[in-house]
């Protein structure tokens, strides 16, 4: 049987000719066909939630200063920078994404990934929730925060909900930059992965054992998630010491998204071919067709690539 898998566009034009979390990189994608967009949220002042991936305009935008102190009326007024210049694409927000996918006549998962960087309270997950309503067929909201998704599901049991488990397991410590704030796990445990957990401080048995009683407290806490959306590195490196993670959480129900591979990089096409071939179900790219078609060539054709 021939490997099957989703290819997750970000939001952003094949060739890159748009910025990532760019609304016509949104808008492109769609009309391109995209079965799965993924855009990154950052909540703001207002309510709203801004189309960008930090917690701090500085670097990403036009602006300075934090995300959640920003309205939506001040948004109006800032561009995106892109590979260190400011471009002429305004910053996006989430209700102008939802009415651009309420307006899609294909079928579409636009893939939510909604960043913690500030404290999401009790009234700022229920008014997240009411926007979704509409769309709610159409959208799955992500995070690392599982604590936030729990409380989602709680406020509405049907909604499409993903999570990523790199704060408390990955294979190398995070670019604190990126968030701008000290980002757990801060010790690299006896097994050699970045794990706070007191499983992790000295070796008791196989890596293959430790992880998979780590994979096993990661379910328990989790959130009713219906997929999982591991970084590919680390799939990768648990399938080296003998723990199969994708096929784990498929015994338990869920689908596994591997993020984020491209074609121009021979190593990810590699590792997004062995990760195709262990089953994984979605893998996060910019350019889909791009990749689809490197894996066929690599696989000859031994593949079913969806974007």
Known sequence: MKPSVLL????TNRGYHYPPN???GLKTCLDAG?????????LMADGDFLLL???VLDGGTSGSGPVVALTADQA???YLTWQGTVTEEPVG??????DLVSSCSQPVELQLDLKPQTPLDEEVLANLVAALQPVKDRVRVTSEADWALRRLSTLDADLPLGFDPLLYLEVSPHETEEYGFPVPPFRQGAYGYWDDHPLATRRWGATADYLAARAEALWA???PAGVWYIWAGLLAQALADGFDWIANLHARGAQVAAWTLNAE??????????LASAGVDRITTDDPPALSRALAECAQGNINAEY
């Not at 927000?93 to 939802?98: C, F, I, P, V, Y």
């Not at 990089?265 to 062995?274: F, H, I, K, N, Q």
């Open 221 to 223: 806490q989790s959130p």
């Open 22 to 24: 760019s609304m016509r």
């Open 8 to 11: 997750i566009h970000r939001a």
């Open 76 to 78: 109006m007024d800032l």
């Open 53 to 55: 991936h930090d917690g």
């Open 93 to 98: 927000l989430l209700s102008q994404a939802l």
């Open 265 to 274: 990089r021979p190593s990810d096409v590699e590792l997004a071919w062995r």
């Open 34 to 42: 995209a079965r799965v967009v993924e855009i990154d949220i950052s």
